[in-house]
């Protein structure tokens, strides 16, 4: 089944109706929440992350939020947060941000479907799979710098780094 082929009659489509739909195809374990809310788990390289797509019907927009653990020592606070700021520089898409209260490293995004639009699957797939894919690629660099004391920009620098061939 090709993820825009139509499965809804289009007066009846619900943003989160579209994710679960996606979720089924990729096999991914999910909980439909609410009628405006659904939760994924998303296995990566590093680790599963939780997802979480609500559909706000007051400002049209379809929320993301994907989640991992990090809890970092109090000392290593200021690094974390100067990383975050250099990487939120690099990417467009979405941003990451620290939940301290929750032990939570998030990664945000939204999908602003204003005049009542319609999210295609794929737009939906993509948002998903940025938010895995830049957990993905900077996870390493935020256990560095939170873990190892590696300095922000040295740890940013092994996240940012292109691997050339195969080892």
Do not use: K
Request: glycine share 6%; net charge negative; hydrophobic share 45%.
């Amino acid at each position: 089944m090709s993820l825009s082929e139509p499965t809804f009659p289009a007066d009846d489509i619900h943003p989160i109706d579209i994710v679960e739909t996606l979720a089924e195809h990729r096999a991914w374990e999910f909980d439909r929440v609410g009628d405006d809310r659904i939760a994924m788990a998303v296995e990566g390289q590093w680790r599963t992350y939780s997802l979480t797509l609500a559909w706000s019907p007051g400002d049209e927009m379809l929320r993301l939020v994907c989640t991992f653990e990090l809890a970092p020592p109090e000392d290593r606070q200021a690094a974390l947060m100067d990383i975050l700021n250099r990487i939120n520089d690099r990417v467009w898409a979405g941003a990451f941000t620290l939940w301290p209260d929750e032990g939570l490293m998030v990664w945000r995004h939204g999908l602003l479907l204003s005049g009542g639009q319609v999210p295609a699957p794929e737009q939906i797939d993509r948002m998903i799979s940025a938010a895995v894919s830049a957990c993905e690629r900077y996870y390493p660099a935020l256990q560095l710098v939170c873990w190892a004391g590696t300095p922000p920009q040295e740890a940013l620098g092994i996240a940012i780094a292109e691997a050339y061939g195969r080892a």
